[in-house]
C-alpha cells in the first residue's frame, strides 16, 4: 500500500467513517500491507504517524479513545529546557529538552507554544548559596538556549529583579522578606491537547489514517486486532511494522514492558485570586534542591498550580485528579510565597496525569528516569517507544521510525520533522480576533468564518466561558470530535473548571446535536472511568 498526500487537514467522524471501510477492504482483498500501525494516540504517538506519513510511508493511527485522552491531555503544558535535569546533572536530557524546545516555538508550532516569563521570588528562607546555584543553572539553562540557537528575541536571558518588578509581575507575592527574584523564560503550550489534535491533523494532510475509538485488543506478528468503541465491530489491520505509543498502558500490549508510573497533580484556581499575575510564580519545596511548585497563569483567566511526583501503584484510571495529600502539598508549597494564602474554596478545578516512566532505579518517581527507550517485543515483533516527555517527542518520534524503517526494510526519505510545520502555523489574514488566533493560529480564518455565515455562533457559551458555537463547529468538523467530552475536555479546557461543565456540556449538545455522551459508550471504554 503506498502512502497518499490529500493535503486535506479536517478530520471528523465523515472520514473516520471512510477510513475505517479503507481498511476493511485492504483486509479483504488481501492488499499489500501498511507500512505502520502506530497504537496510542497521545503526542508520541501523532508525532510517530507524522513523521512517518511525511517520510512517505504508509500509516494507520488507532487510538481507544479520544486524542490526547491520556497523559498528554493532562500535562503542565511547558515545552521546557530542561533546567531540573541540569538540577541533577542530566545534561543530556537538559540539552535534548531545551533542543527540542527550540524546533517546537521556531518552527513546528510557534502558534502553539508560546514563550512564559518565570519568577523566582528570592525571600529570607532561601538562603544566599542556593539563590546562587539557582542563579547559575538558570544561567547553564540559558547557556543550552544558545546552543540550541533558540534565539533570545524569542526566550531572553535570565536575570536578577527588583522585588518591585517581583510583584508587578505576580503582585500576589509575599512582600515580607522579599529580597528580589530570578526571572527566567520557558516555553508554553497553549493547550496540550490542542498540540496533539493540530498534529493528527498534519499527519493526516500527509496520508495518515487517524481513527480514534478503536481500541487494539491484541498484537500479533504482522497483525493488530482492532475493535471499534463505537460500534462493536472487530477489525485486523495488517501492518509490516506494529509500534506501541500506548504511553502509561503500554505494559498491557507487550509483556516485555515494565513500567513505574508516577502520578503528577495540578490545581486550577481563578487568575483574580493571585491578583491577575502575567509571570508564572516559581516557589521552591523545601529540602529538595532542584524541585519547585509553579503557578503558571493560562490565557483564560485561570492559574495552574502544579505538580506533584509520587509512584503509582495498581490500576492506571483515565481521569485522574489529586488526592487529600497531594492539594495540601500544592497549596502549602504556594503559600509559602503568597500574601494572601490561597484556601481549599479558592480551587475550581483540577486534574492529574500519569508519567509513563521506565521500571529502573527503585526510587521515588521523582528521581526515575525520563529518558525514552525503544523495546522489541520478540514474541510479536511488536516496537514499543516509551518514556521520554511531551517537549521530547519529535525525537522520540524520530528514533521510531528510523528503528521501524530498518527492522521492516521499509523505503522511506529522511526525516524532516524539525522544519515541518503544523497546520495553523504562520502569519494569520489580518483582522481577526486575537483570542482566535492564539488559540489557532492561520485557522482562525476558518473558526471566524462559521460566525460569518450565523453571528449567533459567535457568541461565547455563557458570560464567563469564551468559548464559542463556531469553536464547536470546528472542532466537530475539522478537529475529531465525537463526544460531547472531547469538545468540553479537549477542545476546549473549560470543562477543567468543575462549576462550568454543565452549561458547557448543554451548549456542545445545542450546537453539536449528532454527538453523544461519553456515558453511552461501551462499559469497557476506559474513559468511563474515572478514579474520583
Ligand atoms: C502530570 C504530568 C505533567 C507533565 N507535564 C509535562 C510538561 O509540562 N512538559 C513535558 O514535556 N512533559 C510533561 N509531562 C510528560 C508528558 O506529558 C508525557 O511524557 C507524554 O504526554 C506521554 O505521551 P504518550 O503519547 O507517550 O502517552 P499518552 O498521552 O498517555 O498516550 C497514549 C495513548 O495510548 C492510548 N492507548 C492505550 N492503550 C491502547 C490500546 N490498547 N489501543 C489503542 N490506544 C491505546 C491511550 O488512550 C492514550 O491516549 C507530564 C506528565 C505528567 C504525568
Avoid at 167 to 189: E, Y
Avoid at 226 to 246: C, M, Y
Avoid at 523 to 530: G, I
Amino acid at each position: 500500500m503506498t502512502s497518499s498526500t490529500s493535503g486535506n487537514t479536517a478530520l471528523n467522524a465523515e472520514r473516520r467513517t471512510r477510513d475505517i471501510a479503507e481498511l476493511s477492504e485492504a483486509e479483504a482483498s488481501g492488499a499489500e500491507a501498511f507500512d505502520l500501525v502506530v497504537i496510542g494516540g497521545g503526542i508520541t504517538g501523532v508525532g510517530v504517524a507524522l513523521d512517518a506519513a511525511s517520510r512517505g510511508l504508509s500509516v494507520v493511527l488507532i487510538e481507544r479513545g479520544d486524542l490526547a485522552s491520556g497523559t498528554s491531555g493532562w500535562s503542565s503544558k511547558l515545552a521546557h529546557g530542561g533546567l531540573r535535569y541540569l538540577a541533577k546533572l542530566d545534561v543530556p536530557i537538559a540539552w535534548e529538552s531545551a533542543v527540542e524546545r527550540g524546533h517546537l516555538m521556531s518552527r513546528i508550532a510557534p502558534h502553539l507554544v508560546h514563550p512564559v516569563q518565570m519568577v523566582l521570588p528570592l525571600h529570607t528562607h532561601v538562603g544566599h548559596l542556593d539563590a546562587t546555584l539557582i542563579g547559575t543553572g538558570f544561567l547553564a539553562g540559558d547557556a543550552l538556549r544558545m546552543l540550541a540557537r533558540t534565539p533570545k528575541s524569542l526566550l531572553p536571558r535570565p536575570h536578577r529583579i527588583s522585588p518591585a518588578e517581583v510583584r508587578r509581575l505576580a503582585p500576589s507575592t509575599t512582600a515580607a522578606g522579599l529580597r528580589g527574584g530570578l526571572l527566567s523564560w520557558d516555553g508554553q503550550i497553549v493547550d496540550d491537547a490542542r498540540l496533539v489534535v493540530t498534529m493528527a491533523r498534519t499527519a493526516a494532510a500527509h496520508g495518515a489514517h487517524i481513527i480514534t475509538y478503536a481500541s487494539a485488543t491484541s498484537v500479533e506478528s504482522g497483525r493488530v486486532h482492532v475493535t471499534d468503541q463505537l460500534t462493536g465491530e472487530p477489525h485486523a489491520i495488517r501492518a509490516k511494522q506494529i509500534i506501541n505509543a500506548a504511553g502509561v498502558w503500554a505494559d498491557t500490549l507487550s509483556d516485555d514492558v515494565e513500567l513505574a508510573p508516577s502520578k503528577g497533580s495540578h490545581l486550577l484556581v481563578r487568575a483574580e485570586s493571585m491578583g491577575n499575575p502575567t509571570a508564572a510564580i516559581t516557589a521552591p519545596v523545601p529540602d529538595h534542591f532542584g524541585r519547585f511548585v509553579f503557578a503558571v497563569p493560562w490565557d483564560d483567566g485561570l492559574v495552574m498550580i502544579g505538580l506533584t511526583d509520587d509512584p503509582h501503584d495498581g490500576r492506571i484510571p483515565q481521569r485522574a485528579r489529586p488526592d487529600a495529600d497531594e492539594r495540601t502539598f500544592l497549596l502549602d508549597i504556594i503559600n509559602a510565597v503568597l500574601e494572601d494564602p490561597l484556601s481549599p474554596e479558592d480551587v475550581v478545578g483540577s486534574y492529574a496525569g500519569f508519567r509513563p516512566l521506565l521500571k529502573g532505579k527503585a526510587d521515588s518517581g521523582a528521581d526515575l528516569s525520563r529518558k525514552h527507550a525503544l523495546l522489541r517485543d520478540p514474541q510479536t515483533d511488536l516496537l514499543t517507544i516509551v518514556g521520554g516527555k511531551l517537549t521530547a517527542y519529535r525525537r522520540m518520534a524520530e528514533d521510531a521510525v528510523d528503528a521501524a524503517v530498518e527492522a521492516a526494510g521499509l523505503t522511506a526519505k529522511p526525516c524532516r520533522t524539525t522544519t515541518l510545520s503544523l497546520v495553523g502555523a504562520g502569519a494569520p489574514r489580518p483582522r481577526l480576533p486575537e483570542h482566535l488566533i492564539r488559540r489557532y493560529g492561520t485557522d482562525a480564518g476558518v473558526v471566524a468564518a462559521y460566525g460569518a455565515d450565523n453571528s449567533a455562533l459567535n457568541e461565547p457559551v455563557r458570560d464567563g466561558i469564551p468559548f464559542s458555537g463556531a469553536e464547536i463547529r470546528f472542532a466537530v468538523e475539522h478537529e475529531l470530535a465525537l463526544t460531547v467530552e472531547d469538545v468540553i475536555d479537549r477542545r476546549t479546557r473549560w470543562g477543567l473548571v468543575d462549576a462550568d461543565r454543565d452549561d458547557l456540556a448543554a451548549a456542545v449538545r445545542r450546537h453539536a446535536p449528532e454527538l453523544i455522551d461519553a456515558t453511552q459508550l461501551p462499559e469497557n471504554t476506559h474513559h468511563n472511568q474515572d478514579e474520583g
